[in-house]
C-alpha cells in the first residue's frame, strides 16, 4: 500500500488486505474498510465498510471503532444515529485514538449524541486530543479554553 521497499499499488494492496481479512485479520479488514470508504481501488461500498469495521471493532481494534463511529455520525452506510456514534467515539478515545477523543469533544462541544452540552468537558476532550498529537484538537484546543 505504501511502497515500502517495493512499488506502490494498491490494487495489490487492496488484494493481499482482502485476503487476510478473509481469514478474520482485524487490521485487514479495517484496511479493506477503509478502501470501500473511500472507493479507492475497490468499488465504494459503505454498507460493506461498516461490515468490516464492525468485525474487526468488535475485537477491540480502536481505529476500527473510529471508523464505525465515522459512518454513525454521518449517516454513511448505516442510518445516522449520533447516539451510537458516541458511544462508539468513546470507547475509541478510552482505548487512545486521538481522532475519537477529538470528535467526542465536538459532541459535547454541540450537545449532540445524546450528551448535554458541557463545554468545559470539550475543553477537556479537544486539550487531550491536541496533548495526543491530533491536528485538529491542536487547532481548536486553545480556542475554546
Known amino acids: 500500500e505504501r511502497g515500502e ?6 490494487q495489490i494492496a487492496a488484494e493481499l488486505y482482502q485476503k487476510a481479512a478473509d481469514v478474520g ?4 479488514m479495517c484496511n479493506v474498510g477503509v478502501l470501500l470508504q473511500r472507493g479507492e481501488a475497490l468499488p465504494q461500498d459503505l454498507p460493506r465498510a461498516a461490515c468490516l469495521f464492525r468485525k474487526a471493532a468488535d475485537s477491540g481494534y480502536a481505529p476500527a471503532v ?4 465515522v ?9 445516522k444515529n ?3 456514534a458516541f ?4 470507547q475509541a478515545s478510552d482505548a487512545g485514538h486521538a481522532g475519537a477523543t477529538f470528535n467526542l469533544a465536538v459532541l459535547y462541544d454541540r450537545g449532540e449524541g445524546g450528551v448535554q452540552q458541557d463545554l468545559q468537558r470539550a475543553a477537556q476532550l ?3 486530543a491536541a496533548d495526543s498529537g491530533n491536528q485538529d484538537g491542536m487547532r481548536v484546543w486553545p480556542l475554546s479554553t
Not at 458511544?87 to 468513546?90: G, M, N, V
Open 5 to 10: 521497499g517495493v512499488p506502490r499499488d494498491i
Open 25 to 28: 485479520n482485524k487490521y485487514a
Open 66 to 69: 473510529y471508523n464505525l463511529a
Open 71 to 79: 459512518l454513525y455520525d454521518n449517516g454513511e452506510g448505516v442510518e
Open 82 to 84: 449520533t447516539t451510537e
Open 87 to 90: 458511544r462508539l467515539y468513546q
Open 126 to 128: 479537544y486539550q487531550r
